[in-house]
């Protein structure tokens, strides 16, 4: 699998390996971008590039070294990820014990942080010692999912930046459609992956649209004074915090959909393109500035979604909102 079939990215894979050609390597990256999007993929890539036994600016996938990256059993390469959501200074002691020594069998000894983000202070700091006095031969990659706002600036100016941006929808779409799902299906869960794959595989398997179509099916019934609909909708809302996420951004998206026809703006323009009918049908019911009051309303519902709140009934005040 060289660089060749990684999905988009290509201009931070052609700065890869014009640094690979080169050989003039930073020590240490950060690969930032929104979640799913390939960012892992593209440094582990990278790091089999590094070491590969064949090739200079890419990588084989058949050589020794290779394989013993795709089976994480390199000696030389090290990959930390979140326990329990956080990266501890544990991690990353474990981890500088490691890279202090000569390689054992690679070019490059290389450290994949995943979820960088979510190193906590201690770890932090315990990492800028290395950024500070970087061991020769290694390299530290840190992919970042979302921003890097919360990360120590004195981390960040240390690392070379990598941005990746979300891949193009016909990405997507292809990806889907190579994986045996049809057209139809495939161009409708791209309007809602916001250019991730691994979101767009999170959709599929949730079985987002059939829930998603249930949903418009109960708003479109909505009419001024008659709040049954809005009393079935909240109680198919018992289900998993994951799954509540998805139809919140749902419903921001079909509001936001109500919003731009009501501008009259073009229907291609819609996540929601399909069920142009029934955002219509509801959109009757509605004023702009109650569209808008709405899309606030679940917009922060959404954001406190997992301080045990009663998702229910801060649903059913959202939607009654008079406009
Ligand atoms: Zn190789």
């Not at 052609?14 to 929104?34: C, D, E, N, Y």
């Not at 501890?88 to 070019?107: G, H, N, T, W, Y």
């Not at 398997?205 to 059939?210: A, G, Q, T």
């Not at 909505?222 to 139809?247: A, M, V, Y």
Request: glycine share 6%; charged share 25%; hydrophobic share 40%.
């Amino acid at each position: 699998m060289p660089f060749d079939s990684i999905l988009g990215h290509r201009i931070p894979v052609r700065i890869l390996r014009s640094m690979l050609k080169t050989g003039q390597i930073p020590h240490a990256f950060i690969f930032s971008g929104v979640d799913g999007i390939g960012k892992r993929t593209t440094a582990v890539s990278f790091v089999k590039a590094l070491n590969c036994l064949e090739m200079e600016d890419d990588f084989c996938d058949r050589c020794l070294s290779c394989q013993k990256v795709n089976r994480l059993v390199h000696p030389d390469i090290f990959f930390v990820e979140p326990e329990k959501n956080v990266l501890r200074i544990e991690q990353v002691r474990a981890f500088q014990r490691d890279i202090s020594f000569k390689p054992l069998e690679a070019k490059k000894k290389a450290v994949i942080i995943d979820q960088a983000e979510k190193l906590n202070s201690n770890a932090a700091n315990c990492l800028l010692k290395t950024l500070e006095e970087p061991p020769e031969d290694t390299v530290l990659i840190l992919v970042v999912a979302g921003s890097t706002a919360g990360m120590l600036p004195t981390i960040l100016s240390r690392c070379q930046r990598i941005c990746f941006a979300p891949l193009p929808g016909e990405d997507i779409f292809q990806f889907l459609s190579k994986n045996g799902v049809e057209k139809a299906k495939a161009g409708l869960i791209t309007n809602h992956a916001y250019g991730s794959i691994k979101r767009a595989n999170i959709l599929i398997e949730s079985d987002f649209l059939n829930r998603r179509n249930e949903i418009a099916g109960l708003l479109s019934g909505i009419s001024p004074g008659s709040f049954d609909s809005i009393f079935e909708l909240s109680s198919i809302l018992n289900c998993d915090n994951s799954t509540l996420f998805l139809i919140f951004e749902f419903l921001q998206t079909w509001y936001r959909d109500m919003l731009l026809l009501k501008e009259g703006l073009s229907e291609s323009l819609l996540y929601n393109r399909d069920i142009t009918e029934s955002i219509r049908d509801a959109a009757e019911n509605e004023t702009r500035d109650g569209i808008i009051k709405k899309i606030k309303r679940i917009q922060w519902l959404q954001s406190n979604l997992l301080m045990n709140m009663d998702v229910q009934m801060g649903l059913e005040s959202a939607l009654m909102q008079t406009n």
